[in-house]
């Protein structure tokens, strides 16, 4: 990365240039020939000055260009480059018979060029152009400033809904990634609109043969068994509110409030979407918990009886070796809080802690050689019960639609309590797709007994 001293030498270079090609052209010196060239140089020199300009705007919140070097000349701030420059005593005077080929429309047209490179002033930068918008649509949904002053500053509103920015859209999906694994370790596909997003899976038989092809012995047709599943976004929608008292209090950044209301308000809805799907009128049933091949114990394991240890790792193993080779050279674990309990009391044959501390790839833990994640949104209907989950969770399909995620602002439904709501809505589905033939993830809960056992 180029530092500031040096994009400063460079930024004066570039003027200097500027500079001299704009005294060549007030003397009359461009002969017509070299126009083009010069112009060629101009456009490059004009473009080199916006990137160097850009470049020291994102190193910092000084966007200010430097003092000007007492031997440059000042821009011309009202790009008066039409207009004769004062004639100078030492300057020769200029051509009266315009041997130089260049006419006079020409010529303006190359100065103003010069003169709007020489005025090229620094951008604001990525960081503090999120920063007003970010401000900007927080302002707007607690009521500090218009819907057309948003509109001014890059906030799209009307109807009374506002366009969630993609500054703070990435935000809370990233917060989503943080706290929602499924996102972390899912398979996310970006689409514009709300369109269908196939997602193939099949199966095929391939053929061998020794000897060379001829007359009668033909590539026989291979048989293709494929699934097709369709991502279809849902409305989706969630709820967060946030007391007047706060939003009037002085002193309190309101705009942080807002945003982390939203984000908390729109994963938790998003989460449970995607793992269990049991939202009356909103189910998934390519959710976690209802796609995931059920496991069912070989031996009934009781977590709460005397020796349990070897039996519940008897039973981890046994699991492990559910799915197909391809998918397991590709799986984890997920688990819930009360399985996480678990697994860290527990040891192997050996006396082994079974799980332990990996710091290599940044999860944290390995199980039986497998990284390792918990949350509590894998708990099942008791949250007490230990859930395992453990397959390829690149599976698990998302389809966000860009610029689908909207915010409507509450008063008069919350006024009776002083509070203000903020409902924000999407457009998302999440799918565990897979092959018959492979199933990509099994669910284990530790003493569900399978309802297709005769009694067990």
């Known amino acids: ?85 004062p004639a100078d005593p030492e300057d020769p005077p200029a051509d009266p018979e315009n041997r130089s080929g260049i006419s006079a429309e020409q010529r303006s047209n190359a100065m103003n060029a010069i003169n709007s490179a020489l005025s090229t002033r620094n951008a604001k930068s990525t960081k503090q152009r999120e920063k007003e918008v970010r401000s900007a649509f927080a302002n707007f949904v607690v009521g500090k400033i218009t819907e057309a002053e948003a509109r001014s500053l890059g906030v799209e509103a009307g109807n009374g809904s506002v366009t969630i920015p993609e500054v703070i859209a990435s935000e809370i999906i990233t917060y989503a990634q943080e706290e929602n694994l499924l996102r972390k370790y899912g398979s996310r596909h970006k689409t514009k609109g709300n369109v269908k997003y196939p997602v193939l899976v099949k199966k095929a ?19 293709i068994e494929f699934d097709e599943i369709l991502l279809d976004p849902a409305e989706f929608d969630a709820l967060a509110t946030v007391t007047k008292k706060l939003m009037k209090m002085s002193g309190v950044n309101v705009e942080d409030i807002v945003i982390e209301e939203l984000k908390k308000a729109y994963v938790r809805k998003e989460t449970n979407y995607m793992f269990n799907g049991d939202d009356s009128g909103n189910e998934n049933p390519g959710a976690l918990a209802k796609k995931a091949v ?77 990284k390792l994640d918990f949350t509590d949104a894998a708990n099942g209907t008791d949250p007490t019960k230990p859930v395992f989950f453990f397959g390829d969770f690149k599976a698990f399909h998302i389809q966000d639609v860009i610029g689908a995620m909207e915010l409507q602002k509450l008063i008069e439904k919350y006024a009776g309590t002083n509070k203000v709501g903020f409902q924000i809505y999407n457009l998302l589905d999440g799918q565990l797709v897979y092959s018959p033939f492979e199933p990509a993830v099994y669910r284990y809960e530790v003493g569900q007994a399978d309802p297709n056992s005769g009694g067990a």
């Open 205 to 223: 038989e391939a053929n061998v043969n020794k000897k060379e092809r001829g007359n009668g012995n033909e590539i026989p047709e291979t048989s």
């Open 294 to 370: 059920k496991y069912y114990e070989s031996t009934p394991v009781d977590v709460n009886a005397a020796g349990y240890s070897q039996s519940l790792y008897s039973q981890l193993v046994k699991l492990k070796g559910q799915p197909v080779t391809e998918v397991l050279k590709k799986s984890m674990w997920i688990v819930n809080r009360a399985a996480l309990t678990i697994l860290e009391d527990m040891t192997d044959t050996t006396g082994r802690p079974l799980l332990h501390q990996d710091a290599t790839d940044g999860v944290g833990y390995k199980l039986l050689g497998h």
């Open 1 to 85: 990365m180029k530092t500031r001293k040096l994009l400063l030498e460079m930024q004066k270079r570039n003027k200097q240039r500027l500079t001299e090609l704009r005294t060549k052209l007030e003397k009359n010196e461009v002969r017509a020939e070299d126009l083009e060239s010069v112009q060629n140089e101009v456009q490059e020199l004009a473009t080199a000055a916006q990137e160097i300009a850009d470049s020291l705007a994102e190193l910092g919140d000084d966007t200010e260009e430097p003092p000007a070097d007492p031997e440059d000349p000042p821009a011309d701030p009202e790009n008066r480059g039409d207009e004769e420059p």
